[in-house]
């Protein structure tokens, strides 16, 4: 398309691509992350900024990534004070209604939250020591899941194929009544309440937070004094970290040291699931991103706006201005109306 590419050395290392393949197709190595922010009028990331990056940002960048923004105060700020065009994945829309640049990582994300739970359960890693499937003879684990879009769905299909019993909370009786047609008797829908929630707890083998309000953060649907309740062993999987969490008891954790005990509950909690898989993850994220990407580079900012308005809902930041209320609220900056900082560009 024309554009000058810039990757830093390694960089795709962990998905199984080496630098020589970057080159043969037309790319500029660099040595340093430092080097590649200096060197970009676009950074196109998968994960939000470091804070030891926000240094690096400058005046009329455009970021494009997965940023979480109402949940990092900092990180708003930084951006905000950098007057950083960021262009979010997480709330970029389409004509359904969805999250078309979040799709791919919530797929991959609920897959991953069955596969993660099922091994936690497992006793040498702290679980219960129960099987997800059962045997004959012997009772299958019940996976309780905590929302019914992408993420519950997909943990669904897994938790349905590896043989456990299932239960999806929603409060929207539309989305129970899609699931139902999708998943028959292999699942049960509830609708969500304080009081179906806590009975589904108290029985649960393994939980799945799966709730996602677009650009804002995750409601805290279990409480703490909930965990005491719970089995011990159990594990919960809150997919929903990177909004802050739907468990009032987590906090972020790391692959390399993913989970954590409250109350004889096994938490994990990893912010970035989908890095466990990366060669699956990235070939799924640049399907999905690829095209907006070159629609942005490629175009006068304003105008992509104008004229795309599932495209204008993906801005965040914008002329040094929080242009997403929900983002603005969260973190208790100021909000502008993207559409009235047009004329000043």
């Excluded at 993660?116 to 679980?127: N, R, S, T, V």
């Excluded at 099987?131 to 019914?148: E, F, N, T, W």
């Excluded at 969500?192 to 996602?212: K, R």
Aim: proline share 4%; with cysteine.
């Amino acid at each position: 398309m024309g554009h000058r590419v810039f990757i830093e050395t390694g960089a795709g290392e962990g998905s199984g691509y080496t630098d020589q393949e970057y080159v043969d197709a037309g790319a500029t190595i660099l040595e340093t992350a430092k080097q590649v922010w200096s060197s970009v009028d676009m950074m196109v990331k998968v994960k939000e900024p470091l804070e030891s990056e926000y240094e690096l940002m400058k005046e009329g960048l455009i970021l494009y990534t997965y940023l979480h923004l109402a949940a990092n105060e900092a990180l708003t700020k930084a951006l905000l004070k950098n007057k950083v065009t960021s262009i979010a994945y997480e709330t970029i829309t389409d004509d359904f209604g969805g999250l078309p640049l979040l799709k791919p990582m919530s797929e991959v994300a609920g897959r991953l939250s069955v596969q993660e739970g099922a091994k936690y359960l497992e006793k040498p890693f702290g679980g219960r020591g129960v099987l997800l499937s059962g045997v004959p003879g012997v009772p299958k684990a019940k996976v309780v899941i905590i929302g019914g879009g992408v993420v519950g769905t997909n943990a669904a299909k897994i938790a349905v194929g590896m043989g456990a019993e299932v239960s999806i909370l929603d409060r929207s009786i539309r989305r129970l009544e899609q699931l139902d047609t999708i998943f028959g008797n292999t699942i049960q829908t509830l609708y969500s309440t304080p009081a179906i929630l806590a009975s589904q707890l108290e029985t649960a083998d393994l939980v799945i937070g799966a709730v996602l309000i677009p650009g804002a953060s995750a409601p805290k649907l279990v409480k703490k004094d909930m965990l005491k309740n719970m089995r011990p062993g159990s594990v919960i999987v809150d997919v929903a970290i990177d909004q802050g969490g739907c468990i009032e008891t987590s906090k972020i954790t790391y692959h390399d040291n993913p989970t954590f005990i409250v109350d004889g509950v096994v938490h994990y909690c990893v912010a970035n699931m989908p890095g466990a898989t990366p060669r699956t993850s990235t070939q799924a994220l640049t399907n999905a991103t690829l095209d907006y990407g070159l629609k942005i580079a490629s175009g006068d900012l304003e105008t992509l706006i104008r004229e795309d308005k599932h495209l204008a809902n993906g801005f965040n930041t914008y002329l040094g201005h929080c242009v997403i209320h929900e983002v603005a609220s969260a973190t208790g900056v100021a909000y502008t109306p993207l559409m009235s900082l047009l004329s000043l560009r």
